[in-house]
């Protein structure tokens, strides 16, 4: 079992930079794959980014390469979504996951679930 505690959203101009953290719960933190989505209103849920247990290997969707960055520090058991170049359509609710099934893009396969923090990119 995993308890996830995201912090860091706010509001932010565009092309401004936020830091997101998830803070997690338990002592198996370092064996799941953690992820970030988002989503906005009216508009499903829809992946950010992951990053493997070790924090080797990343997986960005298109949308935000280049601009955003995963990382993790398993001795705080926290993972982090660095934020750069924001954009209005970056608006939405963050939200971290645990999956030990595997780097996944697919919400569905992510078994724990933080309650989210708002970031809203104003033009």
């Known amino acids: 079992q995993v308890q996830l505690v995201e912090s860091g959203g706010g509001l932010v101009q565009a092309g401004g930079s936020l830091r997101l953290s998830c803070a997690a719960s338990g002592r198996t933190f370092s064996s799941y794959v953690m992820g970030w989505f988002r989503q906005a209103p009216g508009k499903e849920r829809e992946f950010v980014a992951c990053i493997t247990s070790s924090g080797g290997t990343t997986l960005y969707a298109d949308s935000v390469k280049g601009r955003l960055t995963i990382s993790r520090d398993n001795a705080k058991n926290s993972v982090y979504l660095q934020m750069n170049s924001l954009k209005p359509e970056d608006t939405a609710v963050y939200f971290c996951?645990?999956?030990?099934?595997?780097?996944?893009?697919?919400?569905?396969?992510?078994?724990?679930w933080g309650q989210g923090t708002q970031v809203t990119v104003s033009s």
């Open positions: 996951a645990a999956t030990s099934t595997g780097i996944m893009s697919t919400p569905r396969f992510y078994a724990f």
